[in-house]
């Protein structure tokens, strides 16, 4: 049974930094896509960044330059590390995974086949 647990959230001022972890058990590393989204309230969840099996990321205009995705195999943990936090990045973040490429259609209409339950970042100003 696949399980995705992100941990790393809390409350942080503007400026700040935060590394986000998802940790990720029983899943068959092999071709396959992770990544990030994010909801902030009253608004759609949105993809955040992503990365494949042969190391290959994607970002969303809004996460390029602030926003690094990394991947562990070793620990089964994904990574989402934020700099130079903006009150705008105030959400629920999401890890998800999938036996897919990062470049299906699935993957981008946000239909993962696995997800964890997030963890809030909230920035203040």
């Known amino acids: 049974q696949v399980q995705l647990v992100e941990s790393g959230g809390g409350s942080v001022q503007a400026g700040g930094s935060l590394r986000l972890s998802c940790v990720i058990s029983?899943?068959?590393?092999?071709?396959?896509?992770m990544g990030w989204f994010r909801r902030a309230q009253g608004k759609g969840r949105e993809e955040v960044a992503s990365?494949?099996?042969?190391?290959?990321?994607d970002y969303a205009d809004s996460a390029k330059g602030r926003l690094t995705i990394s991947h562990d195999a070793a620990k089964n943990t994904l990574y989402l590390q934020i700099l130079n936090l903006k009150p705008e990045d105030t959400a629920m973040y999401y890890c998800?995974?999938?036996?897919?490429?990062?470049?299906?259609?699935?993957?981008?209409?946000?239909?993962?086949?696995?997800w964890g339950p997030g963890t809030q970042v909230t920035v203040s100003s």
């Open positions: 029983g899943f068959t590393y092999g071709s396959y896509c």
């Open positions: 990365i494949d099996a042969y190391g290959g990321t």
């Open positions: 998800a995974a999938d036996y897919i490429p990062c470049v299906a259609g699935d993957w981008h209409r946000q239909q993962a086949r696995y």
